[in-house]
T-cell receptor, first 113, second 112 residues
Framework: SQQGEEDPQALSIQEGENATMNCSYK?????LQWYRQNSGRGLVHLIL?????REKHSGRLRVTLDTSKKSSSLLITASRAADTASYFC?????????????FGKGTMLLVSP | DADVTQTPRNRITKTGKRIMLECSQT?????MYWYRQDPGLGLQLIYY???????NKGEISDGYSVSRQAQAKFSLSLESAIPNQTALYFC???????????FGPGTRLLVL
């Protein structure tokens, strides 16, 4: 079962615009991570935000976390065609005594030149 | 990520055949994972191993088995492949609890 659910499922924007993706989850978490996947390739870690953090930045990426609403958002500013990819949120939570990541279904981002 | 390698990269097999997917890592990580990805379903955890002697089932382990031959090697087997196991399979590693996972390039498996 999916812990995180991304919204929207797909997003199409022009270069230079900002892209915002949202993630909702169901249970308490240790941290939430965002990953990027270029078509058919392995996932690449973008950013990790811990449960006691509210906002984090990395280059053109800004992630927020609202544990009261069990939601997170990923903002990509000044998007580029090279940002075209699928973006996944992953929640790190305890599962039968072990900490594992549970991935959402992803948001497909298309950035047109 | 070249630090995590998977073989083969592509595989076509027939229903009922036994196949093995292999994963190797040079990152020195203790933790290794196997996921499958189906279109529109994100990644689902098949098995994970926190060290050589610790192997755990994930959410979709039925029909799969694993072997942790060494810290650096984690293999996934399909004992008797079936068509609905057609998917993209990823191996990943991490160094400690809840930290970043590093993914291999994936194995595309087609079961006819």
């Amino acid at each position: 079962s999916q812990q995180g659910e991304e919204d929207p499922q797909a997003l199409s924007i022009q270069e230079g615009e900002n892209a915002t993706m949202n993630c909702s989850y169901k249970t308490s978490i240790n941290n939430l991570q965002w990953y990027r996947q270029n078509s058919g390739r392995g996932l690449v870690h973008l950013i990790l935000i811990r449960s006691n953090e509210r906002e984090k930045h990395s280059g053109r990426l800004r992630v927020t976390l609202d544990t009261s609403k069990k939601s997170s958002s990923l903002l990509i500013t000044a998007s580029r065609a090279a940002d075209t990819a699928s973006y996944f949120c992953a929640t790190d939570a305890m599962n039968s005594g072990y900490s594992t990541l549970t991935f959402g279904k992803g948001t497909m981002l298309l950035v047109s030149p | 990520d070249a630090d995590v390698t998977q073989t083969p990269r592509n595989r076509i097999t027939k229903t009922g055949k036994r196949i093995m997917l292999e994963c190797s890592q040079t990152k020195g990580h203790d933790r290794m994972y196997w996921y499958r990805q189906d279109p529109g379903l994100g990644l689902q955890l098949i098995y994970y191993s926190f060290d050589v002697k610790d192997i755990n089932k994930g959410e979709i382990s039925d029909g799969y088995s694993v072997s942790r031959q060494a810290q650096a090697k984690f293999s996934l087997s399909l004992e008797s492949a079936i068509p609905n196991q057609t998917a993209l399979y990823f191996c990943a590693t991490s160094g400690s609890e809840g930290e970043t996972q590093y993914f291999g390039p994936g194995t595309r498996l087609l079961v006819l």
